[in-house]
């Protein structure tokens, strides 16, 4: 993550949630260069001829932050959490909307960082991930939110505790099992397709 101190991250975060719109203001450029390997990092897990850009994804996200009506920040982690969150909702809207255009020609497939990949997965379909995610919220929010964080958000186990306010070792745990539900349902969706 950024080398910008976290304290003054986090102390701006917390203003822009107390309705501080000049915290907001100051923020933005602060953390732009974050959200901007953020959206990177989740492009190149996308197909060569993905038609949204970082930025793109980033401005949308952005738009999507901003709308919130004085949101309850509790630090900088928990922020790119949520903009990680947004930007995976944002992905899975454009998958979704790319397959529906052509007429379920395909999902767009997603390649998985190495280091937080579902075990002997490379590729996932991003489209089939959110809706096992959704089905995994339903069994366990906390385990959906680490694969989230994890995955999505590129935090690592110690951010992940922070913004749940769990152990690192309990991250570790529900990692390891949501990993695990997630690869068997998604291997069911394949098997069944």
Same mark, same amino acid.
């Given at each position: 993550?950024? @080398?910008?101190? #976290?304290?003054?991250? @986090?102390?701006?975060?917390?203003?822009? &949630?107390? &309705? +501080?719109?000049?915290?907001?203001?100051?923020?933005?450029? /602060?953390?732009? $260069?974050? /959200?901007?390997?953020?959206?990177?990092? %989740?492009?190149?897990?996308?197909?060569? +001829?993905?038609?949204?850009? @970082?930025?793109?994804?980033?401005?949308?996200?952005?738009?999507?932050?901003?709308?919130? $009506?004085?949101?309850?920040?509790?630090?900088?982690? %928990?922020?790119?959490?949520?903009?990680?969150?947004?930007?995976?909702?944002?992905?899975?809207? %454009?998958?979704?909307?790319?397959?529906?255009?052509?007429?379920?020609?395909?999902?767009?497939?997603?390649?998985? +960082?190495? !280091?937080?990949?579902?075990?002997?997965?490379?590729?996932?379909?991003?489209?089939?991930? +959110?809706?096992?995610?959704?089905?995994?919220?339903? /069994?366990?929010?906390?385990? #959906?939110?680490?694969? *989230?964080?994890?995955?999505?958000?590129?935090?690592?186990? !110690? *951010?992940? @505790?922070?913004?749940? &306010?769990?152990?690192?070792?309990?991250?570790?745990?529900?990692?390891?099992?949501?990993?695990?539900?997630?690869?068997?349902?998604?291997?069911?969706?394949?098997?069944?397709?």
């Amino acid at each position: 993550m950024p @080398s910008i101190p #976290s304290a003054r991250v @986090s102390k701006l975060l917390i203003n822009w &949630g107390q &309705g +501080d719109q000049a915290a907001r203001e100051v923020l933005i450029p /602060l953390v732009y $260069d974050e /959200l901007r390997r953020l959206a990177r990092r %989740h492009l190149r897990r996308e197909r060569p +001829d993905h038609t949204l850009q @970082s930025a793109a994804l980033v401005h949308e996200a952005y738009l999507r932050l901003i709308r919130q $009506d004085q949101p309850h920040w509790q630090n900088r982690a %928990h922020f790119f959490g949520v903009a990680a969150q947004l930007m995976r909702h944002i992905l899975v809207d %454009h998958a979704r909307n790319r397959a529906a255009a052509k007429r379920g020609a395909g999902a767009p497939r997603l390649t998985l +960082d190495p !280091e937080v990949a579902l075990p002997k997965a490379r590729e996932v379909n991003l489209v089939a991930l +959110d809706d096992a995610l959704n089905q995994l919220a339903v /069994l366990d929010l906390q385990q #959906s939110r680490v694969v *989230e964080l994890r995955f999505f958000g590129g935090l690592s186990i !110690e *951010e992940t @505790s922070v913004v749940l &306010g769990v152990s690192p070792a309990t991250v570790k745990r529900e990692w390891a099992t949501a990993r695990a539900w997630l690869q068997r349902e998604m291997k069911n969706k394949e098997t069944n397709a």
